[in-house]
């Protein structure tokens, strides 16, 4: 099946997402997959180096995800990649779960997602489009309660609309085994004065990987803490704190697992 016909069958038509939040699939993101996926997903990435794109994925599952599994005895059954792009983690990550999904706002994203797990006879992984958080509980609603571990990175750090983080948040507790595990990353470096005035700049001033929609959005790791305990999570374990790259390690927060039994 090629990247077209995939594209066909994927293309969804689902109606407003549950939740009432962030209901349009993302045009920017869109473009983007069809521009150059490999540069919007990693941005450090030197031209065209697709062979280090895929070897990043690999390192961030092999150093990262599984010793944490590991720690946290996570059991291995179903792990879920919130903005999964073309499957840089997830697909590596199949290897070590019995089912692995990975659910994106972009059409063309998902599509060469499954055309890349195909090409690599990777048949437990499946991709789902999504329109934002309450589509995803609609389109997942036979695995609430059963994530072994859900992820996402280099994804809530773009969503401008922060009632759509709260609605993946809840989506995300929802998902998760009383017993699994969520390993989310935003950007909670401070807002210095030139963070403030790049983002009041319109996007023509600014140079392509700065505009709305690539670029990365600041948030402080109050609104965060606050978000996460409001979806009725709570933070087992953070890893490099205010920086560009904070990891959130969650768990059910116990009033809500025990609910769950
Ligand atoms: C920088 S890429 C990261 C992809 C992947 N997580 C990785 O690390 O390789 C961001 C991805 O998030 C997706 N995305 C952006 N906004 C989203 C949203 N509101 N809901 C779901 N996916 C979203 C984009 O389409 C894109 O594939």
Same mark, same amino acid.
């Given at each position: 099946m090629n990247l077209r016909q995939l594209r066909t069958r994927l293309s969804v038509s689902q109606p407003a997402d549950a939740a009432g939040v962030?209901?349009?699939?993302?045009e920017k993101w869109e473009k983007f997959a069809r521009q150059d996926p490999y540069r919007y997903i990693?941005?450090?990435?030197?031209?065209?180096?697709t062979d280090e794109f895929w070897r990043s994925g690999e390192r961030t599952v092999q150093r990262d995800f599984l010793p944490l599994l590991d720690l946290h005895r996570v059991p291995r059954l179903v792990c879920l990649e919130v903005?999964?792009?073309?499957?840089? &983690?997830v697909l590596p990550l199949a290897r070590s779960f019995q089912r692995a999904i990975g659910v994106d706002i972009a059409i063309s994203m998902v599509a060469r997602a499954a055309s890349c797990a195909e090409d690599r006879g990777i048949a437990n992984a499946c991709y789902l489009v999504i329109r934002g958080p309450g589509d995803l509980l609609a389109q997942l609603q036979n695995h609430s309660g059963k994530c072994d571990f859900i992820y996402s990175l280099l994804v809530l750090q773009h969503v401008s609309d922060f009632a759509t983080i709260q609605g993946y948040l809840g989506a995300i507790r929802h998902l998760l085994h009383p017993s699994g595990l969520a390993y989310l990353q935003f950007d909670s470096r401070p807002k210095s004065l030139s963070y403030r005035v790049k983002t009041a700049?319109?996007?023509?001033? &600014?140079?392509s990987l700065w505009r709305r929609g690539i670029r990365r959005i600041r948030r402080s790791a109050d609104e965060i803490d606050a978000a996460i305990r409001t979806a009725g999570l709570e933070v087992v374990g953070e890893l490099t704190?205010?920086?560009?790259y904070h990891r959130y390690i969650l768990r059910r927060s116990p009033a809500t697992a025990m609910s769950a039994l």
């Open positions: 962030s209901v349009c699939l993302d990693l941005t450090s990435l030197a031209p065209s180096d903005g999964c792009g073309i499957g840089r &983690l700049l319109p996007d023509w001033l &600014l140079p704190p205010h920086t560009a």
